[in-house]
T-cell receptor
Framework: DQQVKQNSPSLSVQEGRISILNCDYT??????FLWYKKYPAEGPTFLIS?????DKNEDGRFTVFLNKSAKHLSLHIVPSQPGDSAVYFC????????????FGSGTQLTVLP | ETGVTQSPTHLIKTRGQQVTLRCSSQ?????VSWYQQALGQGPQFIFQ???????GRGNFPPRFSGLQFPNYSSELNVNALELDDSALYLC????????????????FGPGTRLLVL
């Protein structure tokens, strides 16, 4: 039972264009959503998060959108740069005491120069 | 500010053996969570330690156990290793306030790659 899904295993985008990574979830009890970026041989690096009471959060080139009615979130990267090439994980945080993260399976983003 | 560190970076064990993985949390953090990441999948929550006690557990058997020390560092112990335990083990630290709640973003270490033969 996958509570967080990233249906696109890979995405290729031209440098300078917009990258849009998508994520769907099923559990209405998640209270925060986060995006992490992971390079090979490194741990996930926190990028940006959004509270379940918001619908948009922006940080520089990164914007996360949350559509609660559709249980969908997306990460927009504008403009995309070759250094953005990595695996991107969507994660949802449980509202219980452990605040555990439930991750999607990741999307490999490749930004072509 | 020191980030999350983990040791060892790589480890090879045989089926049935026991393993201990170590994690030092980011300075100022008081909570450690452990995750298992199998190849091609996202990290899966194993358990979390807060104030030296287990504070939540994912769907992992009791042979996965842990400890948190007064300096907030942590260990993950796995007994009776199975081939399917081969994975990247990630430790994440966060700061949980006394009243709980808040953003409590988890910051990850580089992981320990465990191979069980």
């Amino acid at each position: 039972d996958q509570q967080v899904k990233q249906n696109s295993p890979s995405l290729s985008v031209q440098e300078g264009r917009i990258s849009i990574l998508n994520c769907d979830y099923t559990n209405s009890m998640f209270d925060y959503f986060l995006w992490y970026k992971k390079y090979p041989a490194e741990g996930p690096t926190f990028l940006i998060s959004i509270s379940s009471i918001k619908d948009k959060n922006e940080d520089g080139r990164f914007t996360v959108f949350l559509n609660k009615s559709a249980k969908h979130l997306s990460l927009h990267i504008v403009p995309s740069q070759p250094g953005d090439s990595a695996v991107y994980f969507c994660a949802a945080r449980s509202s219980g005491s452990a605040r555990q993260l439930t991750f999607g399976s990741g999307t490999q983003l490749t930004v072509l120069p | 500010e020191t980030g999350v560190t983990q040791s060892p970076t790589h480890l090879i064990k045989t089926r049935g053996q026991q393993v201990t993985l170590r994690c030092s949390s980011q300075s100022g953090h008081n909570t450690v969570s452990w995750y298992q990441q199998a190849l091609g999948q996202g990290p899966q929550f194993i358990f979390q330690y807060y104030r030296e006690e287990e504070n939540g557990r994912g769907n992992f058997p009791p042979r996965f156990s842990g400890l948190q020390f007064p300096n907030y560092s942590s260990e993950l112990n796995v007994n009776a290793l199975e081939l399917d335990d081969s994975a990247l083990y990630l430790c994440a630290s966060s700061l949980v306030g006394l009243a709980g709640g808040g953003r409590e973003t988890q910051y990850f270490g580089p992981g320990t790659r465990l191979l069980v033969l």
